[in-house]
């Protein structure tokens, strides 16, 4: 069964510096994809990020990028400068190309990332 | 382009008391609907997705159901409430023509408190 784990339930940041925000998953199937996702104080959930199982590099976006190391199922979400506004909880969370038509996105148990000034 | 509207926003109701939270999709057609719960600083729950009217399925068992009664619409509900369904819902879609890179789009989310 399929299943993502972070392991870091909060973490702290200093303004303008990187920070590391670590997933692992578990997946028997060889297609897949990786995605984060942000969720501030609000509540909504913005979507960050994607990987996919058969990419060959790391994706990145803006700020965000991914750092996939598929032998060792790590999917860490890197984000550099850090700003005030990007204090939140972060999701990891995967679909396996098994799921077929379902779309099923599994979700690990988030990690709270808060900037300091 | 597509919208994802959730109601309401903030409910509190009683132990013993039914329940139903609606999900609407504009702009789209045949999506894949989701309902996840979250409780407090927690991950997110898949509880129930369906990918066409009429069709539902459940991954946890528990005190909640869902109905998919039109395309765009899915509708969560209860007959009586218990205080673990507390939390918070969030409703997704997802256009059915699926890759592995399709992201979720998330609506807004109802918080739910059983007293």
């Known amino acids: 069964a399929q299943k993502i784990t972070q392991t870091q339930p909060g973490m702290f940041v200093q303004e303008k510096e990187a920070v590391t925000l670590d997933c692992t998953y578990d997946?028997?199937?060889?297609?897949?994809?990786l995605f984060w996702y942000k969720q501030p104080s609000s509540g909504e959930m913005i979507f960050l990020i994607y990987?996919?199982?058969?990419?060959?590099q790391n994706a990145t976006e803006g700020r965000y990028s991914l750092n996939f190391q598929k032998a060792r199922k790590s999917a860490n979400l890197v984000i550099s400068a850090s700003q005030l506004g990007d204090s939140a909880m972060y999701f990891c969370?995967?679909?396996?190309?098994?799921?077929?038509?379902?779309?099923?996105?599994?979700f690990g148990q988030g990690t709270t990332l808060q900037v300091k000034p | 382009s597509q919208t994802i509207h959730q109601w309401p926003a903030t409910l509190v109701q009683p132990v013993g008391s039914p329940l139903s939270l609606e999900c609407t999709v504009e702009?789209?057609?045949?999506?894949?609907l989701y309902w996840y719960r979250q409780a407090a600083g927690r991950g997110l729950q898949l509880l129930f997705y369906?990918?066409?009217?009429?069709?539902i399925s459940s991954e946890v068992p528990q005190n909640l159901s869902a109905s998919r009664p039109q395309d765009r619409q899915f509708i969560l509900s209860s007959k009586k409430l218990l205080l673990s369904d507390s939390g918070f819902y969030l409703c997704?879609?997802?256009?059915?023509?699926?890759?592995?890179?399709?992201?979720?789009?998330f609506g807004s989310g109802t918080q739910l408190s059983v007293l």
């Open positions: 997946t028997s199937d060889q297609s897949y994809g």
């Open positions: 702009g789209t057609s045949n999506p894949n």
């Open positions: 369906s990918v066409g009217i009429g069709q």
């Open positions: 969370a995967m679909r396996e190309g098994g799921s077929g038509n379902t779309g099923k996105l599994i």
């Open positions: 997704a879609w997802a256009p059915r023509t699926l890759t592995t890179n399709e992201k979720l789009f």
């Open positions: 990987q996919g199982s058969y990419d060959e």
